[in-house]
């Protein structure tokens, strides 16, 4: 898969599930608090497909956890903003 198209499935993915949680009825700032976990979780177990997702990886590591908590609810922002809704 070429690194550009990693990066659009993998933010499509993280669309889809920021559009469930809000369709189950999950508030904003739970969709945040899952994204801030969910970003945890894969920062410590995964390791990054791209480029961009290496990127992220490393400011997160950087990050105090206010600082994480920002990322998170940016990249909320991000997908609800260039992804369709499904």
């Known amino acids: 898969m070429e690194p550009e198209s990693g990066w659009h499935t993998w933010k499509n993915m993280l669309g889809r599930i920021v559009d469930v ?3 189950v009825g999950f508030s904003g700032n739970r969709v945040n608090d899952a994204a801030y976990r969910v970003g ?3 920062a410590n177990n995964f390791d990054p ?14 990050a105090d956890e206010e600082q994480k908590r920002v ?3 940016l990249m909320v922002r991000l997908v609800e903003k260039t992804e369709p809704k499904h």
């Open 21 to 23: 949680a809000e369709s």
């Open 40 to 42: 945890d979780f894969f």
């Open 71 to 73: 990322m998170a609810t």
């Open 49 to 62: 497909g791209n480029r961009e997702q290496r990127l992220l990886k490393e400011l997160w590591d950087e």
